[in-house]
C-alpha cells in the first residue's frame, strides 16, 4: 500500500512540474525603458529640539532632511507636530520669534553661540529661552556650548543647557 501511495505522490509531482515547465512563456529580448535613476540620494537626518511637556523640557527627535541651526530654532516657534501634541508636547517659543538667526559669539572661543530671534529677548518667556538655548545647542557641531539670546537689542544673557 505504501508503494502504491508514493507512485501516486510521484506522478502527481510529475504532472505539476510538466505543468509549469510549459505554462506558455516565451524568452524574450531585453526591453529598453529609459535611463536609470540618477541624481543625489536623498539623505535623512535626525534633528534635535526642546518642546515642553509638564513645564519642563523635553528632548524630541525628528526624522527629514538637513537643517541649518536656524531652521530647526524654527521649528520651536513652529510647535508641536499632531503626535507631539498627542503625546502632551507644546512650545513656548511664540510664533513671532522666527524667523532666527545663528552666528558664533562675536569675540569669543569656539562654543558660543548668539541666537537672534525676530521678537525682543526680554519678552520670551525663561521656558522659551530655554528652549531656545538647548535646541541650538544641541544642532552644535561641538559641545559644551554656551548660547546668548539677543533680540531687538536686548540680550537675556549667556547660558548653556540646563538639561
Not at 536656524?70 to 507636530?81: E, N, V
Not at 507631539?84 to 559669539?105: H, I, K, M, N, R
Request: net charge positive.
Amino acid at each position: 500500500m505504501k508503494t502504491w501511495l508514493a507512485r501516486r505522490v510521484l506522478a502527481a509531482g510529475l504532472v505539476s512540474l510538466i505543468a509549469v515547465a510549459g505554462c506558455g512563456v516565451r524568452p524574450s529580448d531585453v526591453i529598453r525603458v529609459g535611463d536609470p535613476p540618477s541624481g543625489p540620494v536623498a539623505r535623512l537626518t535626525t534633528t534635535t529640539l526642546y518642546l515642553v511637556k509638564n513645564g519642563r523640557l523635553s528632548a524630541v527627535t525628528r526624522y527629514g532632511p538637513p537643517r541649518s541651526q536656524a531652521d530647526t530654532l524654527a521649528l520651536l516657534a513652529i510647535g508641536p507636530t499632531p503626535s507631539e501634541q498627542a503625546y502632551g508636547l507644546t512650545t513656548d517659543v511664540p510664533p513671532e520669534a522666527a524667523p532666527f538667526s545663528v552666528t558664533d559669539a562675536p569675540g569669543r572661543q569656539p562654543g558660543h553661540l548668539a541666537v537672534n530671534p525676530s521678537t525682543p529677548a526680554g519678552k520670551l518667556s525663561t521656558l522659551a529661552v530655554e528652549q531656545i538655548v538647548c535646541t541650538a545647542a544641541a544642532t552644535a557641531p561641538q559641545s559644551p556650548v554656551w548660547v546668548t539670546v539677543v533680540g531687538a537689542g536686548q540680550n537675556v544673557g549667556r547660558r548653556n543647557c540646563p538639561g
